[in-house]
C-alpha cells in the first residue's frame, strides 16, 4: 500500500481564494482524521470520519472550513475564503478500529 | 477532560540515552501512542502501549506507563543524529479519537 497520499504538497494562494486539500486513506480504513499543524496551536484535531460520516466536526475553526467524504477512498478539506491565519500545514490519517493511525505527508498552506 | 501534555525541548549527546515524559488527563484511555515527526514530514507511529501494561521493550524503545500517575515515559537507549525530531506522545480514547501532546523536539549533538 502506498500510505496515505496528500496533495498538493505545497500550496500558496491569495487572501480570500477558496483551497482545496485531498486525501486517500489506506484501503481498508475505516477512519480518517484532518489534522492543522502550526507552532502556536501544535497539532489540532478539525474534523474526523467513521464510515464516510463526519462524526466530530467540533475542531473545525468556523463555517470556512468545510470537509466532505463522498467515498471511502476519497476525501477533501476546504477553505473559502482562505485568510492568512488559515497558514498551517494540514495532516490527513486514517487507521481501523482501535488501531494507530497513519498520516500522509502534509500539506503546506500559505496563504498570503 | 482531555489534555496531554509533554516538555518542550530535550539536548542529549550522541550514544547516551534520551527519556522523553508524558502525562495525560483522561484514565479511560486504552492505548498511548508515541509519534516520530521528522522535519518536513508527517507523523511515523514508533510504538504503543496497552493501558494495561506497565513496560514495552522495542530494540533501542522502551515505553513505561505509570497509570496511577498517568505518566508515560519513551526511552531511547544509544541516541543517534538520526533520531533529533519530535516526538508525540497521544492517548486514544473510547471515542476513537487520538489526543495529541504538544511535542518534544529532541536534538542530539555529536
Known sequence: DAGVIQSPRHEVTEMGQEVTLRCKPISGHDYLFWYRQTMMRGLELLIYFNNNVPIDDSGMPEDRFSAKMPNASFSTLKIQPSEPRDSAVYFCASSSAGGGYTFGSGTRLTVV | ?110
Not at chain 2, 33 to 43: M, N, R, S, T, V
Not at chain 2, 62 to 76: A, E, G, M, P, Q
Not at chain 2, 98 to 110: A, D, H, K, S
Open chain 2, 1 to 110: 477532560g482531555e489534555d496531554v501534555e509533554q516538555s518542550l525541548f530535550l539536548s542529549v549527546r550522541e550514544g547516551d540515552s534520551s527519556v522523553i515524559n508524558c502525562t495525560y488527563t483522561d484514565s479511560s484511555s486504552t492505548y498511548l501512542y508515541w509519534y516520530k515527526q521528522e522535519p518536513g514530514a508527517g507523523l511515523q507511529l514508533l510504538t504503543y502501549i496497552f493501558s494495561n501494561m506497565d513496560m514495552k521493550q522495542d530494540q533501542r524503545l522502551t515505553v513505561l506507563l505509570n497509570k496511577k500517575d498517568k505518566h508515560l515515559s519513551l526511552r531511547i537507549a544509544d541516541t543517534q543524529t538520526g533520531d533529533s525530531a519530535i516526538y508525540f506522545c497521544a492517548e486514544f480514547l473510547y471515542t476513537d479519537k487520538l489526543i495529541f501532546g504538544t511535542g518534544t523536539r529532541l536534538q542530539v549533538f555529536p
